[in-house]
């Protein structure tokens, strides 16, 4: 098993989607620059979505222009339906996520599509990016629960991730939307599907509602998973997921899996800036557990 973890940054994308204050195209470059000099190297910067559904990620290609492109820098851009993947292939994406939730009013309300057309949209963009070589990471969101219809049984979560494997996805992203998942869960979910699939073909995605994101990342990880994702200082939130706050923040992960050994490859203490400005633009204070003791210092 490697030591090596990747943590993929969505604060760009998750965290802003929902924020009530506006945020430039300028203000994310520089929170992305910002990542970038602390280590980061994995990021999901923007989503081609509605901008009627979404304002907030109206500027995605714009900002998509400003990002710097280098060989170790691997972005992904999320897509709710076949025109947002078109988007994101022109602004030059080879890897792009989509989204799906486990139940029929999650989908509803996040992507205006009943579950079933939801998941015939999912495997349309699934094999037209096949035909495209580009590479796919698809959502199972509310994979623990749903924040209308609440608990989701684990069957159904694997259900549906073996669906999209079927259908040709690369990766599942695992996601507890509002963060109303438990370590039990986490491995009834993971533990099957790892059997199945290999753990190397799963990111964990989670929000830290209730304060289980860690726990529950760890969990992940002994079982074999490599792959999370997280937000500069616990940004985030779904705009379509009453109670969902934000994303586990990118420091406190970073410090669990250092802390034990592995190796992410980001400075803690080099976040620090990305966090300010994160926090400026936002105008709101951010910053998870690690950097809060660090300052106390
Ligand atoms: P709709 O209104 O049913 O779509 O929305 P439509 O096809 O009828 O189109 C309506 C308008 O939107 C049209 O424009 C389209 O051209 C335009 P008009 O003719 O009115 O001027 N449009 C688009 N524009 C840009 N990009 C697009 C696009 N598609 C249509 N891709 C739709 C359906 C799916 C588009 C909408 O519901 C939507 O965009 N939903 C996205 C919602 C969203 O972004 N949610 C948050 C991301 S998911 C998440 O956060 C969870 C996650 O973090 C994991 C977890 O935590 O669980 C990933
Ligand atoms: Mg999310």
Same mark, same amino acid.
């Given at each position: 098993?490697?030591?090596?973890?990747?943590?993929?940054?969505?604060?760009?994308?998750?965290?802003?989607?929902?924020?009530?204050?506006?945020?430039?195209?300028?203000?994310?470059?520089?929170?992305?620059?910002?990542?970038?000099?602390?280590?980061?190297?994995?990021?999901?910067?923007?989503?081609?979505?509605?901008?009627?559904?979404?304002?907030?990620?109206?500027?995605?290609?714009?900002?998509?222009?400003?990002?710097?492109?280098?060989?170790?820098?691997?972005?992904?851009?999320?897509?709710?339906?076949?025109?947002?993947?078109?988007?994101?292939?022109?602004?030059?994406?080879?890897?792009?996520?989509?989204?799906?939730?486990?139940?029929?009013?999650?989908?509803?309300?996040?992507?205006?599509?009943?579950?079933?057309?939801?998941?015939?949209?999912?495997?349309?963009?699934?094999?037209?990016?096949?035909?495209?070589?580009?590479?796919?990471? *698809?959502? /199972?969101? !509310?994979?623990?629960? %749903? +924040?209308?219809?609440?608990?989701?049984?684990?069957?159904?979560?694997? &259900?549906?991730?073996?669906?999209?494997?079927?259908?040709?996805?690369?990766?599942?992203?695992?996601?507890?939307?509002?963060?109303?998942?438990?370590?039990?869960?986490?491995?009834?979910?993971?533990?099957?599907?790892?059997?199945?699939?290999?753990?190397?073909?799963?990111?964990?995605?989670?929000?830290?509602?209730?304060?289980?994101?860690?726990?529950?990342?760890?969990?992940?990880?002994?079982?074999?998973?490599?792959?999370?994702? *997280?937000? /500069?200082? !616990?940004?985030?939130? %779904? +705009?379509?997921?009453?109670?969902?706050?934000?994303?586990?923040?990118? &420091?406190?992960?970073?410090?669990?899996?250092?802390?034990?050994?592995?190796?992410?490859?980001?400075?803690?203490?080099?976040?620090?800036?990305?966090?300010?400005?994160?926090?400026?633009?936002?105008?709101?204070?951010?910053?998870?557990?690690?950097?809060?003791?660090?300052?106390?210092?």
């Amino acid at each position: 098993m490697t030591d090596q973890v990747i943590i993929n940054e969505v604060g760009l994308r998750d965290g802003l989607q929902n924020q009530p204050v506006h945020v430039s195209t300028d203000a994310k470059a520089a929170i992305a620059d910002a990542l970038i000099a602390a280590g980061v190297r994995y990021l999901e910067p923007v989503s081609f979505v509605s901008p009627k559904a979404v304002p907030r990620m109206a500027d995605a290609a714009a900002l998509s222009a400003r990002l710097p492109r280098r060989a170790d820098l691997h972005y992904t851009a999320l897509v709710p339906n076949l025109k947002g993947y078109q988007l994101a292939r022109a602004a030059g994406y080879d890897t792009i996520a989509l989204v799906i939730s486990t139940t029929e009013s999650f989908n509803q309300r996040n992507l205006n599509m009943s579950l079933d057309t939801a998941l015939e949209s999912c495997l349309s963009i699934l094999a037209q990016a096949k035909a495209d070589g580009v590479t796919t990471r *698809a959502y /199972v969101s !509310g994979a623990f629960a %749903c +924040p209308y219809d609440g608990p989701v049984p684990a069957r159904t979560s694997i &259900e549906l991730s073996e669906k999209l494997f079927a259908g040709g996805a690369d990766e599942v992203a695992i996601s507890d939307t509002i963060g109303g998942g438990n370590t039990r869960q986490m491995k009834d979910i993971m533990q099957p599907l790892i059997a199945s699939f290999g753990a190397e073909r799963f990111f964990v995605h989670l929000h830290d509602t209730r304060g289980l994101a860690a726990a529950m990342a760890w969990v992940a990880c002994e079982l074999g998973v490599r792959k999370f994702d *997280a937000s /500069v200082g !616990g940004l985030g939130g %779904c +705009p379509f997921a009453p109670g969902a706050t934000g994303n586990v923040a990118t &420091e406190d992960l970073v410090y669990l899996f250092e802390s034990a050994g592995l190796n992410t490859g980001i400075d803690i203490v080099g976040l620090r800036e990305a966090v300010r400005l994160a926090a400026a633009a936002t105008e709101r204070p951010l910053g998870g557990r690690i950097l809060k003791w660090i300052e106390s210092q």
